[in-house]
């Protein structure tokens, strides 16, 4: 079965960095783009960034220059760097990958969801 893993959340202080990671494993045909979004208490979920499988990123407008996400489609894992975090960044992280499975059709898949507090 497919499953999406993450991994590296945490918590830092105001400042800092974290690096969160999310590998998918299972018998994948192909990887199309993949998402990081996060949702707070009583917030709405929110689109954080994404990258399509030629590199092509995309980020919100409240983590532009701060993070940065990367793939590396031979181990089919999605990054998500994070510099001078802030206590709104506070939020469980959720990764998402667009695929194609071998009956040639694609479908979305989840990552558990890593927690991270930044303090002030």
């Known amino acids: 079965q497919v499953q999406l893993v993450e991994s590296g959340g945490g918590l830092v202080q105001a400042g800092g960095s974290l690096r969160l990671s999310c590998a998918a494993s299972g018998s994948i045909f192909s990887i199309n783009t993949m998402f990081w979004y996060r949702q707070a208490p009583g917030k709405q979920r929110e689109l954080v960034a994404s990258?399509?499988?030629?590199?092509?990123?995309v980020y919100a407008d409240s983590v532009k220059g701060r993070f940065t996400i990367s793939r590396d489609n031979a181990k089919n894992t999605v990054n998500l760097e994070m510099d001078t975090l802030k206590p709104e960044d506070t939020a469980v992280y959720y990764c998402?990958?667009?695929?194609?499975?071998?009956?040639?059709?694609?479908?979305?898949?989840w990552g558990q969801g890593t927690q991270v507090t930044v303090s002030s």
């Open positions: 998402q990958m667009n695929m194609m499975l071998h009956n040639r059709r694609w479908y979305d898949y």
């Open positions: 990258i399509n499988r030629d590199g092509m990123t």
